[in-house]
């Protein structure tokens, strides 16, 4: 069953991001999409994401869908403007993609290429609109397509620390779904009673909520995402967890896979976000008993 049947089911997905090489060696990209490719319902393709240059997500996806693994493409609006994001769009469905998902993009000052220029042409929400007068058959000078393409659009929500932030969050969000997303991916998970709370307003939105649930590497990415991520809260219990294990990386992987398995009755599906850690997907899936 596909990853949108899935979705409209009412069904539990299980998403993992796949990050593209910094370059052209694709093997290891191809190994850790075999590796888990009858484990997932979709690998989430990241497009040079924090600021890195790398093989786009289009190139990515492409390869992907060769290896016969659904993908979701991420796009967005920093580094292309109107005409490049419609003309990427419209190759990704004519390549198989059929799923894309519009996110934010980093600043440029934190890229591996701060002097590059950002363009900015559109925002998420003017982009999700060019989506779907595309999939309505008109792009965005209204010029009649020859042949339409349809995806499954997806968007994100912006982290929030309090109830207050969790209602702006949920505005934006409301105005992406009435664009057109159909399924919205949140801010990494690390405490299940504190996302509980918020999940209620979240089920509201009327479309499918996907948590990210974040592989903790060291002691110290749990410190820094504690202390200066805006609306991670990460409890010291587990941070002192991490760094009493004697093999602090399984320690990572059993977390993210315990949050996956606490998340089942509070969302419909999860992505699992490793930054570059892929070979550690299907040892979290154990974890989580999937």
């Keep these: 069953m596909g990853f949108q049947k899935r979705l409209s089911s009412g069904e539990f997905v299980i998403l993992a991001e796949i990050n593209t090489p910094k370059g052209v060696n694709i093997s290891e990209l191809v190994t850790n999409a075999r590796r888990i490719k009858d484990r997932v319902d979709a690998v989430v393709v990241p497009d ?51 799923n894309l998902l519009v996110v934010e993009a980093e600043d440029m000052p934190t890229s591996d290429h701060p002097d590059a220029k950002p363009v ?33 659009v997806g968007c994100t929500v912006g982290p929030y620390a309090n109830e207050e932030e969790l209602d702006e969050a949920i505005a934006v969000a409301q105005k992406k779904i009435g664009l057109g997303a159909q399924f919205v991916i949140t801010p990494p998970v690390f405490d299940l009673e504190r996302y509980a709370s918020f999940a209620k307003p979240m089920k509201d939105l009327g479309v499918p909520v996907i948590p990210t649930v974040f592989l903790l590497k060291t002691v ?13 809260f990460i409890s010291e219990e587990t941070i002192k967890r991490i760094r009493k294990s004697p093999d602090r990386e399984a320690e990572g992987a059993r977390i993210a896979g315990e949050t996956i398995k606490g998340l089942k009755d509070l969302a419909q599906g999860v992505v699992i976000v490793t930054l570059g850690w892929e070979h550690r997907i299907s040892e979290i899936l154990d974890y989580a008993g999937l």
């Design 48 to 98: 040079m994401d924090n600021g890195v240059m790398r093989l786009s997500a289009l190139g990515g996806g492409v390869l992907m869908h060769q290896q016969g693994i659904e993908v979701i493409m991420n796009v967005y609006c920093r580094d292309r403007n109107r005409m490049a994001l419609q003309g990427d769009i419209l190759a990704a469905h004519v390549l198989g993609i059929q």
């Design 120 to 152: 900015n042409d559109l925002d998420a929400l003017g982009l999700l609109g060019a989506i779907r007068s595309l999939r309505d058959g008109v792009d965005m000078a209204g010029f009649e397509l020859d042949g339409h393409p349809q995806f499954t």
């Design 220 to 232: 110290g990415t749990a410190r820094y995402m504690a202390t200066y991520e805006p609306g991670v």
